[in-house]
Structure formats: structure tokens, C-alpha cells
């Protein structure tokens, strides 16, 4: 089994900037591809971000285009979020996961495909 931690989150004022990590260990990490997920309260949880390990293409949600980069560090066996420009609705608990499937920018924005998911970090982000 494939364990994903997140780490990184916490308050920060708008317009500054996290950067957030997820480190995979367990099985051989080979995934097809990682993606960022967020969920506010009350919310449904929405794809934020993923990159494809094959290639290395990188899809993103509207919301967050031109603010956040998605990374992956193949070394250290982990993905990074870097959060620039950050606004109160950037705030949600933000989890990492990984998916065997390879696919195109829409099968990456489904939760359903991704296998394996961190427990989420906090980000906060105050007006």
C-alpha cells in the first residue's frame, strides 16, 4: 500500500503564498500520475491540480490557474503545490493522491480515479 502525507498547510494572509508537499512511501511509487484535491466546509471536495508522470503535463482547475504550480521531484518521491496569491476562498483542507491510470486532463479532475490519498493538510487563508 502507498502512504501519501501531506505538510505545509497553515494560516497565512491573502496574497502571500504556501507551498505544500506530499511525500509517498510503501509499494514501489510508480504512480501514472498525482493529483491536488481541496474541500472546504460544507463543500464538495474539487480538483485543484495534477501531474502526469509520464510525461509531465500539468492540468489545472480555473480557480487556481496562473496562481498555483504542481511539481513532482522523482528523487525524493514526492509532489509539491506551490500556492502563490492566495485568496480566502483558497481556503480548504488540501489532500495530495495518486493514480495507476493513465489518462488526459479531464480523467485526472475525477476523484474516482486516483487510488491512494493523504490525509489532507489545513490551509487557512485570512482577508
Known amino acids: 500500500q502507498l502512504q501519501l502525507v501531506e505538510s505545509g498547510g497553515g494560516l497565512v494572509q491573502a496574497g502571500g503564498s504556501l507551498r505544500l508537499s506530499c511525500a509517498a512511501s510503501?509499494?514501489?511509487?510508480?504512480?501514472?500520475?498525482m493529483g491536488w484535491f481541496r474541500q472546504a466546509p460544507g463543500k464538495e471536495r474539487e480538483f485543484v491540480a495534477a501531474?502526469?508522470?509520464?510525461?509531465?503535463?500539468?492540468y489545472y482547475a480555473d480557480s487556481v490557474k496562473e496562481r498555483f504550480t504542481i511539481s513532482r521531484d522523482n528523487a525524493k518521491n514526492t509532489v509539491y503545490l506551490q500556492m502563490n496569491s492566495l485568496k480566502p476562498e483558497d481556503t480548504a483542507v488540501y489532500y495530495c493522491?495518486?493514480?495507476?491510470?493513465?489518462?488526459?486532463?479531464?480523467?485526472?479532475?475525477?476523484?474516482?480515479?486516483?487510488?491512494?490519498w493523504g490525509q489532507g493538510t489545513q490551509v487557512t487563508v485570512s482577508s
Open positions: 501531474v502526469s508522470f509520464s510525461g509531465g503535463s500539468t
Open positions: 493522491a495518486a493514480t495507476l491510470i493513465r489518462g488526459s486532463s479531464r480523467l485526472y479532475s475525477q476523484s474516482s480515479v486516483y487510488n491512494d
Open positions: 510503501g509499494r514501489t511509487f510508480s504512480p501514472a500520475a
